[in-house]
């Protein structure tokens, strides 16, 4: 009888280590899922992250290729400036010239 009770109490201990082995099973499927789940948002997101960063790269360098064409442009207009104001002195020396000379 003893054997017997032994045996009882030894398949109960199975039957419940069964049972929580069973309830751990579901618990890591639905943590398995959940991982699952969180890999693909963070694949779309880094997909969605590097394809933002292209646009902002390609952007960058769009803004600075337009800077540095601002700057060229800039700098004629200076030079042009320059000449503009040389070539005003030279009409207004000329203008005084002739009109020493008609008035001589």
């Given at each position: 009888?003893?054997?017997?009770t032994q045996c009882?109490?030894n398949?109960?201990?199975?039957?419940?280590?069964?049972?929580d082995?069973?309830?751990?099973q579901?618990?890591?499927q639905?943590?398995?899922s959940?991982?699952?789940?969180?890999?693909?948002k963070e694949i779309k997101?880094?997909?969605?992250?590097?394809?933002e960063?292209?646009?902002?790269?390609f952007?960058?360098?769009k803004?600075?290729?337009?800077?540095?064409y601002a700057t060229?442009?800039?700098?004629l207009?200076?030079?042009l400036?320059?000449?503009v104001?040389k070539?005003?002195?030279?009409?207004k020396?000329r203008g005084?010239v002739?009109?020493?000379i008609?008035?001589?």
């Amino acid at each position: 009888m003893k054997l017997l009770t032994q045996c009882n109490e030894n398949s109960f201990e199975v039957e419940k280590k069964l049972v929580d082995n069973c309830i751990l099973q579901e618990q890591l499927q639905i943590k398995c899922s959940e991982n699952e789940e969180l890999h693909s948002k963070e694949i779309k997101s880094n997909v969605q992250l590097s394809e933002e960063n292209s646009v902002l790269y390609f952007q960058n360098k769009k803004s600075t290729e337009e800077a540095s064409y601002a700057t060229e442009l800039t700098s004629l207009k200076n030079v042009l400036e320059k000449e503009v104001t040389k070539e005003r002195k030279n009409w207004k020396i000329r203008g005084f010239v002739e009109k020493i000379i008609l008035e001589a």
